[in-house]
């Protein structure tokens, strides 16, 4: 069988076909090669070694070792913990906001253009500069705080207190990636059949039956996506954790995150091997989570 | 089809893996052609740094086009790096695009020393650049082995910052000389002004971050790392100096800039948030400029277990070990830490000059906002934390916030700091 296949594989034909699919495919083949799987094979060679870059460049070959340090760096737990709490309250929220928003839109208010832009504006904004505005607002005197106290609310030093830094990177990154969700559901919310609705009117169903039971469902794979681009988001979280501390992690390893881990093992400490080791990890915690999702959410999600 | 799909993906990685180990194996081409007529077209040397204040970038621009003027041989174009000096510096120095000449804060001068970027600058050294002039501490800095790798272009140390209106108020003639002094001091000027149960002065503000605490872990014997590189701020006599910081931040008569809502010392005793701060020769400018009306004398850091102690930082011009114009590099150095040249940098008055000569050319050791900065530097602890500078100083900054809010005790902070940054240096030393 085999044999013959790469008999036939040889024939003229053949190779004049085969050929000139790969001419036609070979600008995304190299952009792709050169830009994506190259670096990944060289982050795994790279794992594998102890690189020195400072006067002159060696690789020293070091087996597991990179990865055996993983286990015993308490700063990596401490950056995975603050990772996955990030994530466990940024993801559900936005996804939540973004699917009121869209509701909200799609219900036909006034002036809903006007609405959907001033929703989206936080989304087209940069994040470097959403930080910048933030920490403003989040001052010890700052908007956050004085709107706090006229309602006789606890105040916080939002921006040096280890309990509450990190939930003041959340409120932003909620905020500004929300509206980006959202105009995907309110796309999603329009291709829904007026005719499942009708139905359920005449059925006597009310408008939360309704959400409920039609919305909700005919959603599905459009929250897949929404909750997976989501994870993959926001277990990269690093610009504005970067910002917020000035790229040490703090106040107290409060904002250090994997990828600001990384940043700080390759740039800081120039340990090249080490930051690919926890690069590794990372990707293979974000392809579990996406994996385990995709069950849940379960088949037509692909 | 799988077996298809899985054959071209195998050629897909061997050709890549081809390309790649060609570029790993290819032989250095010297891109670089020799001019011709070299001798009559000036050099242009790189000089890297940071920026600062406008004023100080237009003097720093005035003594480089008078080196121009003096050296028409060699043009200087100065590189600034915005942000992360130090990453991006690395970054380039490992990308063989470094400057000729570039700025080294002596906190990561170990480090580059010990990686052999660096050029040595014995051999270039004669009798009439005076090396004796610079003041020991700022020169041991760039020091590794006996050899010498920098030249202090400025530094800077600690004094005390007070504010003459808020002692006369408190009825207070003298500033402190002796840290219970400071502490008592500190009482009576935290004042809550409108009784609203909010302090609109504290006495003393604090940072609470290594680089101005050292000094505190010497007066009673401690230190920040051992001879062998290690952190050892979880001793006996290091907790006891540290203390001295955080017992007046638990008893409200200390306060960091941002409890304030104020980004830094300078920022908060500007504003009369606090009546003193320890503060460098940095904010005399800052304070002058920004804050015009404000009445502010200078005065030693308090003596603690009756010995003088403050820190020091200078900052070095070095030379790049694989800069392709290593003796009009050397002139540049030469000149800008040279007497005439130090003079002219100096004059603008937010760093000391690291030369006697020069300081007291400028009556810096009279001037009586300076002479107590001055001073400083004979008995000041020099800002540096071996070659891993960065794991120790974020360990402990860490822990250390944290024991200053009372989320946890002192001692158990520092311990779990010093722990984090050992392990962290053994790591990277493996």
């Not at chain 1, 005197?141 to 003041?168: E, F, H, I, R």
């Not at chain 1, 929250?223 to 989501?230: E, S």
């Not at chain 2, 952190?231 to 001295?244: P, R």
């Not at chain 2, 290593?326 to 100096?346: F, Q, S, V």
Request: net charge neutral; proline share 5%.
């Amino acid at each position: 069988m085999l044999k013959r296949r790469r008999r036939s594989h040889l024939t003229t034909p053949g190779i004049r076909t085969e050929g000139a699919g790969y001419l036609l495919m070979a600008p995304a083949i190299l952009g792709l090669g050169f830009f994506t799987i190259a670096p990944i094979l060289f982050a795994i060679f790279l794992s594998f070694q102890k690189v020195k870059l400072l006067g002159g460049i060696e690789y020293e070959f070091v087996g597991l070792r990179n990865f055996a340090r993983l286990a015993a760096d308490d700063r990596l737990w401490i950056a995975l913990k603050n990772t996955a709490e990030y994530v466990a309250i940024v993801v559900p929220a936005q996804t939540v906001l973004a699917l009121a928003l869209a509701a909200t839109l799609n219900a036909g208010i006034k002036g809903q253009n006007i609405w959907r832009i001033l929703f989206f504006l936080p989304t087209i904004t940069s994040s470097a500069v959403l930080t910048l505005i933030f920490m403003w607002i989040y001052n010890a005197d700052g908007l956050l705080n004085q709107a706090l106290a006229l309602v006789g609310l606890p105040t916080y030093n939002w921006l040096s207190d280890p309990n509450v830094a990190l939930k003041g990177i959340m409120i932003m990154n909620i905020w500004s990636t929300a509206p980006f969700f959202m105009v995907i559901y309110l796309a999603a919310l329009q291709d829904i059949p007026r005719s499942l609705y009708e139905s359920a009117e005449i059925d006597g169903a009310n408008s939360w039956q309704q959400f409920r039971y039609i919305t909700l469902p005919q959603l599905r794979p459009v929250t897949f996506f929404v909750v997976a681009m989501g994870v993959i988001g926001t277990f990269q979280l690093f610009d504005q954790s970067y910002i917020f501390s000035g790229g040490s992690g703090g106040p107290n390893n409060a904002t250090l995150t994997v990828v600001l881990l990384i940043y700080q093992s390759v740039f800081r400490d120039l340990q090249l091997g080490y930051a690919a080791a926890i690069a590794f990890l990372l990707a293979i915690v974000i392809i579990t989570v996406t994996l385990i999702q995709q069950h849940i959410f379960g088949q037509e999600s692909t | 089809m799988v077996y298809r799909d899985l054959q071209f993906f195998v050629l897909m990685i061997v050709s890549f893996l081809c390309v790649m180990s060609c570029q790993v194996r290819m032989p250095q081409i010297d891109w670089t052609i020799s001019p011709l007529g070299q001798s009559d077209r000036p050099i242009t040397l790189k000089l890297g740094g940071w920026g600062s204040s406008p004023s100080e970038q237009r003097l720093f621009q005035t003594v480089l086009t008078t080196f121009e003027a003096t050296h028409p041989h060699i043009r200087v174009k100065f590189e600034t790096v915005a942000d992360q000096y130090m990453d991006v510096l690395k970054t380039r120095l490992i990308g063989d695009a470094a400057p000729d000449v570039f700025f080294l804060d002596s906190f990561e001068a170990p480090s580059l020393m010990a990686n052999q970027v660096l050029e040595p600058l014995n051999a270039y050294l004669t009798p009439d650049f005076d090396l004796a002039d610079f003041e020991t501490t700022l020169l041991a800095a760039f020091q590794q082995d006996s050899i010498l790798y920098g030249l202090p272009k400025d530094c800077s140390s600690l004094a005390l910052f007070y504010n003459k209106q808020a002692f006369a108020e408190a009825g207070i003639a003298q500033p402190p000389a002796t840290w219970d002094e400071l502490l008592a001091d500190a009482q009576r000027l935290t004042r809550d002004r409108d009784q609203n149960g909010k302090i609109d002065q504290y006495g003393l503000g604090i940072l609470p971050d290594l680089a101005r605490l050292v000094y505190l872990m010497r007066a009673f014997g401690g230190a920040a790392i051992d001879p062998q590189g290690k952190a050892t701020f979880a001793s006996e006599a290091a907790l006891k100096g540290l203390n001295l910081i955080v017992q007046p931040y638990q008893d409200r008569i200390a306060a960091r800039p941002p409890d304030v809502g104020t980004s830094s010392g300078t920022e908060m005793f500007g504003q009369g948030k606090a009546a003193m701060v320890i503060e460098g020769n940095w904010a005399i400018p800052f304070l002058q400029e920004t804050f015009p009306a404000l009445p502010f004398a200078t005065a030693e850091v308090p003596r603690i277990q009756d010995q003088s102690g403050t820190m020091v930082y200078t900052v070095g011009y070095v030379m790049n070990r694989r800069s392709q114009h290593k003796p009009e590099a050397w002139e540049l150095i030469r000149y800008l830490t040279g007497k005439t040249g130090m003079a002219l940098w100096a004059k603008g008055g937010s760093a000391l000059p690291s030369r006697h000569s020069v300081a007291q050319q400028l009556h810096y050791d009279r001037d009586p906002l300076r002479s107590a900065l001055v001073a400083g530097i004979q008995y000041a602890t020099p800002w540096q934390l071996g070659q891993y500078p960065t794991a120790i100083m974020n360990s402990f900054n860490n822990q250390f916030i944290s024991a200053i809010l009372g989320e946890q005790p002192l001692r158990q902070a520092l311990q779990r700091a010093e722990d984090s940054a050992n392990q962290q240096i053994q790591a990277a030393e493996q």
